[in-house]
């Protein structure tokens, strides 16, 4: 399954439906459905806002990949990336009054499993269904 949606901010609702009809489909658990709708409405509102530069012609892509035990989801956007590394610990002491900056955090401590690919234009999230 796959969406291709422009990248304005309030298309962030089309993927939540997206998830909200998931759930009903393929009865996801309360915590891994919670788990998904905040990981990926987050990667998706970073594509469209840092990747695409909120740009309406640029498209933001989600792919859905489903096995027994776990379910993944791959944001594309047609930014030139990012370096994870370079994103500032909001859990340091420095950084705990900046409002923005944990969108990659919470992914990482939602998702069983986070992968950034070409140079972070591109991340898999994976989450055990059991």
Do not use: C, W
Request: charged share 30%; aromatic share 6%.
């Amino acid at each position: 399954m796959k969406i291709k949606i422009p990248s304005i901010t309030d298309n962030v609702s089309v993927v939540e439906s997206f998830i909200d009809n998931l759930k009903e489909k393929i009865r996801l658990s309360d915590n891994v459905y919670g788990n998904i709708l905040i990981s990926v409405t987050e990667a998706v509102n970073n594509a469209i806002v840092h990747g695409n530069k909120e740009d309406k012609e640029k498209k933001v892509e989600l792919f859905l990949k489903q096995t027994k035990k776990s379910i993944s989801f791959v944001i594309k956007d047609e930014g030139s990336g990012f370096d994870e590394s370079k994103i500032p610990d909001p859990t340091s002491p420095k950084n705990l009054d900046n409002i923005k900056g944990r969108g990659v955090f919470l992914i990482k401590n939602l998702a069983d499993n986070v992968k950034f690919r070409k140079k972070g234009s591109e991340v898999e999230l994976v989450f055990n269904l059991y």
